[in-house]
């Protein structure tokens, strides 16, 4: 396995792989890599002859009270996981080689799909999300990418910028790999301390019980959405930033569960904010 840091050699990497007519992979994270990203990597690795995984952790994609500076990074045990789980590269440049002094196109997401959700306490977020992958897929060309469904919004959003723009790289969802008592695993769980480790299950167990009203007949998105905030608000370390019930393929809210249902949360635990999200 190699770590890569020029653009100029990872899209010669690529190319050299194309002409060899083997498919190639992406997954592309911002590192301090955990079991959910392990398992992009594996399905990946499963399902295309060559893999790259970017470690970036895009400054584009962080508001300027976000934990950009602070967010987590680790290259060694990054490196260690990647090449245990046969990654052939890894691409990982340095901000200015992904956004030189000169730098000024973006790409603007669909504006249905980024005024809600994590949209709204995250502005500017899914531009930068799409810019850099825009970049990525210009630069390597893989064939597939692959991308968690705990960004359920960003996997939509990305799905959707690929459709508009014609690119051609196959967007594959995978599900959400959690902790034993249900939390998501995130990067962002390191910031917990004891207490608020423990608490940040409420956040997993505030959707099963949403489900589980829904599974007893209950159609009404508010009479769910009120179980699950009441739940939350039981949890003293927890402040919800959103819960929503809504349409998923259209991103719009809706009154009454039926059809393909996304039901998202943010949730502040101490000053970590968490998401999870279910689709039914
Ligand atoms: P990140 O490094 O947070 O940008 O994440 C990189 C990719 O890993 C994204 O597609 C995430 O959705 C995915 N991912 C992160 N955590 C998980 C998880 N617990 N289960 C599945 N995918 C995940």
Do not use: W
Not at 62 to 76: A, C, V
Not at 98 to 109: A, G
């Amino acid at each position: 396995m190699e770590i890569i840091t020029s653009i100029e050699q990872i899209r010669e990497i690529s190319e050299n792989i194309r002409k060899n007519g083997q498919s190639l992979a992406m997954v592309p994270t911002m590192g301090c890599l955990h079991e959910g990203h392990k398992s992009l990597i594996d399905k990946a690795r499963k399902e295309n002859d060559k893999l790259i995984v970017s470690i970036f952790v895009n400054p584009m994609q962080f508001g300027p009270d976000e934990d950009y500076d602070n967010y987590p990074r680790d290259l060694e045990a990054d490196s260690k996981l990647c090449q245990n789980a046969g990654v052939d590269y890894i691409f990982h440049p340095k901000a200015d080689e992904m956004y030189p002094n000169s730098f000024s196109t973006y790409v603007e997401p669909c504006k249905q799909m980024t005024d809600i959700l994590c949209g709204i306490s995250r502005p500017g977020h899914f531009r930068g999300v799409c810019t850099v992958l825009a970049k990525f897929f210009s630069i390597i060309r893989p064939n597939r990418a692959y991308f968690g469904q705990k960004d359920a919004q960003q996997l939509a959003i990305v799905k959707r910028m690929v459709k508009d723009l014609n690119l051609n790289v196959e967007i594959t969802g995978c599900p959400i790999i959690r902790e034993e008592d249900g939390l998501a695993k995130s990067s962002r769980n390191l910031y917990l301390n004891e207490d608020e480790r423990k608490a940040a299950s409420i956040l997993r167990k505030s959707i099963l019980l949403g489900l589980k009203e829904i599974d007893a007949g209950q159609k009404s998105s508010q009479k769910v959405l009120d179980t699950i905030k009441s739940n939350i608000e039981k949890e003293k370390l927890a402040k919800i930033d959103y819960v929503e019930i809504l349409d998923f393929d259209t991103f719009e809210r809706v009154d009454d569960i039926q059809g393909n249902i996304l039901i998202a949360l943010a949730v502040y635990i101490g000053k970590t904010r968490l998401i999870d999200n279910i689709v039914i």
